[in-house]
C-alpha cells in the first residue's frame, strides 16, 4: 500500500512539472496587454488648404507608433490607414493604405482625388477623419486594435480654388474682442497667413475662421509667447477656449504669420526696408547690390530707370535670399501677386517680368496684401 501511494505521488509530481513546463514553452497573447497603434503625425486639427500648383508635392506624411504585444516573436503586423469624410464613426471608411509600415505619404493631387470623388465642395474647408487598425495577420482570428481619430480641416481644389482667410481679434487689435470686426489675414501660400497690424502691448490675440463666431478658433498654450509658439485649435464650441496669444511688450506695427499645418505662429517686427534685383534692374542679381526701395511698414515704392527685359524680385536684407517676393503664374511686367518666401527651406517663386522696354518706371510693393504694380 506504501508503495502504491509513493507511486501516486511521483506520477503528481511529474505531471505538475509538466505542466509547469508546457506553460513556459507556451506563453498566451494577452490582447488585454497591447498598446495599441497611436497617429503622431500630423497633429490633431491641422488645416490644409490643397493648391493645383501642388499637385505633386507631398500634403502631409501621415506617421503612428507601433502596436506592442506582450509577445516579443510576433510576426506579419499589419496596419489599415482609414479616411472618412461623414463622421468619426467610419461606417463610410475608406481605406488609403493597408501594408506592414507605420507612415503613409499623400500628395496633395490624390487627395484632392479623394475628396472629390466623396463629392466635397471644392474652395471650403472640410473635417476629414483619420484612423489606424492594426492587426497580427488576417488568420488569427484576434481582435483588431484601433488608434485614436485625427482630424483634420482641408479644402480640396477646382481649378481655381477660392482660399477663405483667417481672422485676428483680440484687446491687442483694432477690433478688440467683437468676432464680427475680426481682421482678415492674408494667404500667402498653401497653409500660411499674415497679416501686418498695430498691436497693443502685453495684451491678446486669437484666431477664427469665420467672422461672427468662436469656432472654429487659434489660440496658444502655456509656452505661447509674444514672438511665437505652438496654435492650439478649438474645432467647435463644445471644446474648451485655448489661450490667447500675448502681444509684445511695446505697443507699434507688427508681421504676425500663422501655419494652419504646421499649428505655428511668428510675430515679428515687419522688416523696415525691402531692396529691388534682378536682371530687369541695374543691380542685376547680386543680393549685395540690390537697390533700396522708399516706404516702411509694408507699403514700399521706387522710381528708376530700366533696362528693358529681364526679371526682378524683391529681398529683405541685404546678402541674404531670404525673406524674398517673387510672384506666380499670373504676374505680369505692370502688376500681380507677390508670393512670399519666408526662408532658405521654401523654394524660390517665380521672378516677376519687367517691362520690355527700357525707360523710367515707378514701382509699388505692398507686403501687407501681397500686391505689385509697375508703371
Not at 461623414?86 to 506592414?100: E, K, P, R
Not at 499645418?261 to 547690390?289: F, H, M, Q, R, V
Request: glycine content about 10%.
Amino acid at each position: 500500500m506504501k508503495r502504491f501511494f509513493l507511486f501516486l505521488i511521483i506520477i503528481t509530481g511529474l505531471s505538475l512539472v509538466y505542466s509547469c513546463s508546457k506553460e513556459e514553452r507556451d506563453p498566451v497573447l494577452d490582447m488585454s496587454q497591447a498598446d495599441k497603434p497611436a497617429i503622431t503625425f500630423p497633429a490633431d486639427g491641422a488645416a490644409f488648404v490643397l493648391a493645383e500648383a501642388d499637385i505633386a508635392n507631398e500634403m502631409t506624411n501621415f506617421q503612428w507608433s507601433a502596436t506592442k504585444y506582450n509577445l516579443d516573436n510576433l510576426s506579419d503586423s499589419k496596419y489599415i490607414l482609414q479616411m472618412d469624410v461623414v463622421d468619426n464613426t467610419f461606417a463610410n471608411a475608406l481605406t488609403l493604405q493597408s501594408a506592414g509600415t507605420n507612415s503613409f505619404s499623400i500628395t496633395v493631387g490624390a487627395m484632392n482625388q479623394k475628396l472629390l470623388g466623396a463629392n466635397l465642395t471644392t474652395g471650403e474647408s472640410h473635417n476629414v477623419y483619420f484612423r489606424v487598425i492594426s492587426f497580427i495577420n488576417s488568420q488569427t482570428g484576434y481582435e483588431s486594435l484601433i488608434s485614436n481619430v485625427l482630424t483634420l480641416a482641408i479644402t480640396p481644389y477646382t481649378d481655381v480654388v477660392l482660399v477663405k482667410p483667417i481672422y485676428m481679434l483680440g484687446d491687442a487689435t483694432d477690433a478688440g474682442w467683437t468676432n464680427t470686426l475680426a481682421l482678415p489675414l492674408t494667404h500667402v501660400g498653401g497653409s500660411v497667413f499674415s497679416i501686418v497690424a498695430n498691436l497693443q502691448a502685453a495684451k491678446g490675440i486669437k484666431f477664427i475662421s469665420k467672422l461672427g463666431a468662436w469656432a472654429p478658433q487659434w489660440g496658444t498654450d502655456a509656452a505661447g509667447t509674444s514672438t511665437g509658439g505652438v496654435l492650439v485649435y478649438r474645432p467647435d464650441e463644445t471644446v474648451p477656449d485655448p489661450a490667447q496669444i500675448p502681444s509684445p511688450a511695446e505697443a507699434g506695427q507688427y508681421l504676425i504669420t500663422v501655419d494652419t499645418a504646421l499649428l505655428t505662429y511668428t510675430i515679428g517686427s515687419p522688416s523696415p526696408e525691402l531692396y529691388l534685383l534682378g536682371d530687369g534692374s541695374p543691380a542685376g542679381w547680386s543680393n549685395t547690390d540690390a537697390i533700396p526701395m522708399n516706404g516702411t511698414g509694408g507699403n514700399y515704392s521706387l522710381t528708376l530707370d530700366l533696362p528693358g527685359g529681364g526679371f526682378l524680385k524683391f529681398i529683405t536684407t541685404l546678402g541674404q535670399w531670404a525673406p524674398m517676393y517673387g510672384t506666380d503664374a499670373t504676374g505680369t511686367a505692370t502688376g500681380g501677386p507677390l508670393v512670399y518666401r519666408p526662408d532658405e527651406a521654401t523654394t524660390d517663386p517665380p521672378a516677376i517680368p519687367a517691362p520690355a522696354a527700357a525707360g523710367s518706371y515707378t514701382i509699388t510693393v505692398n507686403t501687407t496684401n501681397l500686391t505689385y504694380t509697375i508703371e
